[in-house]
């Protein structure tokens, strides 16, 4: 990631590649501010719409434009993390974040339906700042919290600048960042290698296409929870699934309801998970917990609206 002074704050000049040129950038934050790729493309569009709103000497008068942006957006994304509260106080079972996937297989809704590849702009770098139990964590904190952080720990903004963006003190903002980084050095788990987990995970799409449930047990934590997210658009679970032995026979319950259903292997928001296809089309997106060599939790996206990067046909 670019650091302020990279973004450009020496600039004088708004030409249109300078401001164009920030958009990957700010989508990246817009997307680990809010974890819905959703609402921070929607984020971004109000940004840049604030910035073509203003006339030529306006936008001259601004010494840096992707600090400008920047600003902006961050603004946008705090507010509309205060109003999420209350929306995902309404919405019906759990609300997981929207689950990103490997580039290889993004896509981009567009006006008028149909999928059709990317720009690449637009693509989210996966690194331990977007795995899901990340974005999980970032979940707990308040707005404010979660702006601070995102911006200092991951973006490298100083905090007078981050003050400017929060309407508090930097002071305020260096607690605000501390806060939120003891809610993840609290909820981290010991780091397991992706190989290991890409194996852990395999184990676990094998016995669940086997009906395996002796074997799933085995490979679940005893004290594993499974959440899943239908939006109240899908049929799913609206509580969370405690225990190994629940999650296994719940998961063994789908495999029965649901015949053909295919199970891939894919990279969920950086890290190895599966992928449910039925006719072809993705029907969930599922990331996974792992300590000890066991799997944790499970965090299920089934809302259709949340998967809609993914590839409608992906290839076994």
């Known amino acids: 990631m670019r650091t302020p002074s990279e973004a450009g704050h020496a600039r004088s000049e708004p030409g249109l590649s300078a401001v164009v040129g920030e958009r990957r950038q700010l989508i990246n934050l817009a997307y680990r501010l809010l974890g819905s790729l959703a609402e921070a493309e929607d984020a971004v569009q109000e940004a840049y719409a604030r910035w073509y709103a203003m006339s ?11 600090a400008w942006l920047t600003t902006v957006a961050s603004r946008i994304c705090l507010d509309l993390l205060g109003s999420a509260r209350a929306r995902r106080e309404r919405y019906v079972g759990a609300w997981i974040p929207e689950p990103l996937p490997d580039h290889t297989e993004w896509i981009s809704s567009r006006a008028g339906g149909g999928a059709e590849p990317a720009d690449p702009a637009d693509r989210i770098t996966l690194d331990e700042s977007v795995n899901m139990a990340f974005l999980v964590v970032l979940e707990s904190m308040t707005p404010a919290e979660r702006v601070a952080f995102i911006l200092h720990d991951v973006f490298r903004y100083p905090f007078a600048e981050i003050a400017e963006i929060v309407g508090r003190t930097p002071a305020a903002c260096r607690q605000l960042a501390s806060s939120a980084r003891r809610r993840i ?20 799409k094998e016995a669940w296409e086997a009906k395996n449930i002796k074997a799933l047990v085995g490979l679940l ?7 899943a997210d239908g939006g109240g658009l899908v049929g ?20 029965d309801k649901a015949p053909g259903l295919t199970l891939l292997e894919r990279t969920v928001n950086g890290r190895p998970g599966l992928v449910a296809q039925h006719s072809g089309v993705t029907v969930t997106v599922a990331a996974f917990g792992l300590t000890g060599g066991r799997i944790t939790r499970i965090w299920a996206v089934r809302n259709p609206e949340k998967l809609r990067t993914w590839t409608e ?3 076994g």
């Open 56 to 66: 030529r000497q306006q936008q001259q008068a601004i010494e840096s434009p992707g």
């Open 236 to 255: 799913t679970v609206l509580r969370p699934v405690e225990g190994s032995a629940r999650i296994a026979e719940y998961l063994i319950h789908i495999a």
């Open 313 to 315: 046909h992906a290839q």
């Open 221 to 227: 934590d005893p004290d594993a929870t499974m959440t």
């Open 185 to 204: 050095h609290a909820a981290q788990a010991p780091a397991v290698a992706a190989a290991g987990q890409a194996g852990l995970v395999r184990d676990f």
